[in-house]
């Protein structure tokens, strides 16, 4: 994303400290853990993404944006078939 390469978890977070990166996507279900997110908070990161869904909860000074691309999808959809009618 934005010239950023999808990383292996284990890299993450060094890569977060090394160039203070505050946002992260969270889009594998394998990795998706509480531990996980406290790691990547730890790190620096003030903001997450999280597109699986496994409930994360935001310590303070941290938000976390739960999104469901099903329903997204099903919405997109809908409305696609209701501008083709």
Partial sequence: ????????TGKVVK?????GATLAIVADKE???QEYLQELV??????????TETPFQASAGTVVEQADLSS???RLL???EATQQ
Wanted: proline residues 6%.
């Fill in 42 to 51: 730890g790190a620096g990161v003030k903001a997450i993404l999280n597109l």
């Fill in 72 to 74: 997204q999808m099903l």
């Fill in 15 to 19: 890569e977060v400290e090394q160039h």
């Fill in 31 to 33: 990795i998706a853990s």
């Fill in 1 to 8: 994303m934005a010239g950023w390469p999808v990383q292996p």
């Fill in 78 to 80: 809908s409305r696609l």
